[in-house]
């Protein structure tokens, strides 16, 4: 299979909507109440907890096979429907019933319901099938471009949603986003991004010193140049971690490294920082030509 191109900027959406246990019960609880007669509820106790127990036999049944059928509450009247559907589902009557039910709207193309018969479902996909690689391509590019939390993002009603659109597809967990996923993201849009700088004459960069809150620190180097249609574009290039103290020599090395991971060593030719005494020292060497074009009162602001 040929690879996804990575295009840098772009969007898309879905809607789903999923039935309420509430709804399950109650369509289960018809089950029960059709195709059951002797029904009977009771309360019994086990382990100093009590549970009422629906019971009920299965008309549908051969005389001499009379299933008594007996469930807690807490399990609803699941065992009700799932025996019918199991033993009964070519049952023309149960076809009726289902075909005619309030809420069954949608059918599986051999004629059963998929909200009433679980062999409706589709098989998973599994994850080499092309439809499965764009979905995970797809909620990689999603935790990309909005920094949503990866453990938002592979949350399980997200896997629900998508089984609305196709049941066969798998909505990926929060370790293979993480693990998996957006390293390969990074790796193919990172080469994206030397395409474009690759066609760039000339650019600028940004950079400044990041603390987290548990006080580690970070350096974030941004990219900004003119492309071939004339358009600004702007991208960060990188936010590696910045260990050690901060100084002038530290944050002119860790700079030269991201530069030359993306080949612009011969294009830099602006640099916007703050007025820190340590970032602007560290390019004063590298960049001397700039202070021609600062006044003595300048030269302690920002260097740029």
């Known amino acids: 299979m040929a690879a996804t191109e990575i295009v840098i900027d772009e969007d898309d959406d879905v809607e789903a909507s999923e039935a309420s246990s509430g709804d399950r019960d109650r369509k289960a609880k018809e089950f029960y109440s059709t195709f059951f007669t002797s029904l009977a509820t009771a309360r019994e106790s086990k382990n100093s907890k009590s549970y009422v127990v629906h019971s009920g036999n299965c008309r549908l049944c051969p005389k001499e096979k009379k299933i008594e059928k007996k469930i807690s509450s807490r399990d609803g009247y699941s065992n009700f429907k799932s025996h019918v559907l199991t033993f009964h589902n070519k049952n023309q009557e149960v076809v009726t019933f289902c075909a005619s039910s309030e809420g069954a709207k949608r059918k599986a193309d051999n004629g059963t319901l998929v909200d009433y018969f679980p062999s409706a479902k589709k098989k998973r996909l599994g ?51 993480v693990k998996t996923l957006l390293p390969a993201q990074y790796v193919n849009i990172k080469a994206a991004l030397v395409r474009l700088l690759d066609k760039a004459d000339a ?32 991208f960060l290039l990188a936010c590696p971690r910045f260990k050690g103290s901060h100084t002038a020599e530290a944050i002119l090395k860790l700079t030269v490294e991201v530069i030359a991971d993306y080949g612009l060593q011969r294009k830099i030719f602006y640099v916007g920082t703050d007025n820190g005494s340590n970032i602007i020292c560290a390019f004063k060497d590298w960049f001397p030509q700039f202070y021609e074009f600062n006044s003595p009162a300048d030269s302690s602001g920002t260097a740029m």
Not at 204 to 225: E, P, T
């Open 203 to 234: 650019g600028a960069i940004n950079i400044d010193i990041w603390s987290s809150k548990r006080q580690r620190g970070y350096l974030g180097i941004s990219v900004h140049f003119i492309d071939e249609k004339f358009r600004l574009r702007n």
């Open 127 to 177: 994850r080499k099938h092309p439809k499965q690689i764009r979905l995970d391509e797809a909620v990689a590019l999603i935790q990309v471009q909005t920094l949503i939390a990866p453990s938002v993002l592979g949350h399980s009603s997200f896997d629900k949603a998508i089984k609305v659109a196709d049941s066969g597809l798998e909505w990926p967990k929060r370790h293979r986003i």
